[in-house]
């Protein structure tokens, strides 16, 4: 029972790290290397809001997440608007970008453990015998709401539909007037959002540190790269199979072997379906 | 007005006579501390800032003497990043170079902090004839069996600080006496993977099974692990009533943070426990680290009163960095400088071959209780009794506070269980 219930929250929270990766390079065909950072980045403003001007936690997570789709969509518009369309590039440009974020947090002092968030809600409970924190249980709950409000969004809206369109076929949708430029940068601010959401949601688990960084990129390229690079539930299956390997792994060879999981599965992925489980392949569809 | 200038001459005089000798010794070359530390950590920066206080003190009480010339110390810090994961060994050693041949080092006091990154500088140390005092987190017993082993080649290392056999003797002893007040004799142990952890670990599980207690299982974890919660059930389902801890890496306080939000009946007690060293770790936790045991390696690095010095050097640091002493690095990084220094002044020089010879002989009461250096193998000779050598110490979080519990004969307060776990 240990195993389906942490591999289950596991599993959701990967996909919660992975799902804004999946979303940016799915609509815009950008590797968002900053990705990872972002995510940390959000983390240390957050707690600053909390921390150094007193605001409201609820009212810093909002806050947040509006600071962060901005970036987002400035990365895009200033810097990687320049080298669309050029794989290496993409990856160089927000690779470095990511590490600048990274590498310029420590410089500015933001390393040790006294950064944490507060879990939204204290305590925990027995869960057919097994201890589950309700931080946890938050990570469930939201991590499905987000997938709900994100086939919502992109089913039933506008902007979720043109995004899809350019999921789909970009000249296509240029054809029928969707400016692929500003909807590849509204897709980067989303994708910042849920990189930051994500940060929200899981960082009070732990603390801020900036290595998570680089785990939360490798986590959410491994997730991408098995699901399908670009397919959505492609990302969300494949988070629930690397997460609940990884469980197995812990319970059965040890903690140790956990992170080699998803760098495995990055291999063997390669090897034997580059496209991954929803690729390129697929139904094109089944990218949105 | 004779009568004033008399006293103006006289106050020029005190002047001179009160201020020369330290500004004459500021005017000499300076001797460069060379210090390889791991700054982004813990046991790095807690180590410069050790380093830096003695140093501060002793230029202003006048700077070394050798041979006659008052020479002051200068401290240039590298970052060895040795501590961050997936940074390789190779990084720590070209700071170590660096400090030897561009920043002219003429001694080595700290780092490299990661044991396998130190012990793959001690071949540097012989190539250049550079003595090197380590002073934290480089807990490997490789150390000294690799000096007694191959003197000649290895003999510019020292350490000042515990060992992890020394350590895992400390603990044992603690775990003693757990054992005889509360009945606890069920371990579980939870390690980072590196070297010192690794081995630490290893050890404590069959000195432990040795002296009957029953060891349910080693989980180990890589270095940035964020989830403890599969390993927290399994030393839960085992029926753990010790949790051993041996991790350096700042994540660890999340392990405390699940152990409490699972009421966990097991005492969390840190061999090695970065997070639960450092005066921060009560609002890390949020007061969900209390009760979390933890060695700090020696004495100085938690309030006691093991010499007249340790409480002189823990108001210092805590004046001068607006902190306390915060890791197993402090207090021994600031009695390296006072070490060395006391061993060039009986050498009188420089040269290593001399100052080897006098710190193979330095006999000094410290922080931490009385420093010396077994000659045959550089390691500090350690002791439960602060008169007869180097004192460790292990505290427990009580009430946001650090105590120190151990050894009884510096101790502070008593252990204590946590409430879920009293029957």
Redesign the interface.
Known sequence: MDILIYGTINSIALALMALGFALVYGISRVPNFAHGAIYVLSGFITWTLLNSFGVPYALSILITMVLIGILGAVLYQFVLIRVRGMAISEIIASYAIGLAILEGLRWGGFKGMSYTLPVFIEGSVIVVGIPVDYQRMVVVGLGILIVVVLWAFTHFTRIGLALRGMAQDERAALMLGIDSDIMALVSMAIGAMLAGLAGAVLLPLGNIVVESGYNVLILAIAVCIVGGLGSWVGAVLAAFLIGFAQILTVVYLGSHYQMVVALLAIILTLILRPSGLFGMQKELEERV | MKMKGIGILAALTAVVFLVLPGAYALAEKPITLGCPLST???YGWDAERGIQLAVDEVNAAGGVNVGGIKRPFKVEVLDTRDL???VPVSEALLAVEKLILEKKADFLVGGPVRSEAALAAMGLLSKYKKVAIFTTGFLSPKFHAIVAKNYDKFKYGFRIHGEAVQLVKEIMACFQEIQGKYGLNKVFIMVQ?VAHARGGGKVLGKVAARKGWQVLGT????T????????L??A?KAGAQILNIWMDM?????LL??WY????PALPFGSTLA?AE?P??W????GKGEYTLCNVVNAGNAPSNATPWTMKFYDAYAKKWGVEPEGLGSSSSYMAVYVLKDAIERAGSLDSEKVVAALEKTDMMGVYGRIRFDPKNHQIIPSFDPKEGAVGSILQWQDGKRVVVFPKSIAAGEILLPPWMKK
């Open positions: 982004a950590y813990l961050e994961p997936g993977d989980e180990i974890y890589p940035g692990t964020t989830d403890f919660s599969m390993g059930i399994k839960k700042p994540e660890s306080s999340i943070k699940q939000d699972m009421r966990l997070a450092q921060s770790f609002k890390a936790t949020e």
